[in-house]
């Protein structure tokens, strides 16, 4: 099982990103992926998961109406969709399903 995060980056306030993570070694569809972040300084937080087929999906109330996550089974892929991003929203972002971590991207938000 292997999961692999890309897609952060260097934005202004105000603008969006679309992190992804690319999974391999189990059938996506079967297991619930969550994203999370961690700032300097900060315990790791959830920010969104996506449960397993879609069924359901959550938000930490920081991102409801801005963060958007999705997943697309055949290309073995789950995305978070970053829109109006803030400098609060720095940070490292992590993808997961169980016991497996990502690498993580670094997202920085700054004017």
């Known amino acids: 099982v292997q999961l692999q995060a890309s897609g952060g980056g260097l934005v202004q306030p105000g603008e969006s990103l679309r992190p992804s993570c690319v999974t391999s070694?189990?059938?996506?569809?079967?297991?619930?992926i969550g994203w999370f972040r961690q700032a300097p300084g900060k315990e790791r937080e959830g920010v969104s998961c996506?449960?397993?087929?879609?069924?359901?999906?959550s938000y930490a109330d920081s991102v409801k109406g801005r963060f958007t996550i999705s997943r697309d089974a055949d290309n073995n892929t789950v995305y978070l969709q970053m829109n109006d991003l803030k400098p609060e929203d720095s940070g490292v972002y992590y993808c997961?399903?169980?016991?497996?971590w990502g690498q993580g991207t670094q997202v920085t938000v700054s004017s």
């Open positions: 997961n399903a169980g016991q497996t």
């Open positions: 070694g189990f059938t996506l569809d079967y297991y619930p």
């Open positions: 996506i449960s397993s087929r879609a069924g359901s999906i």
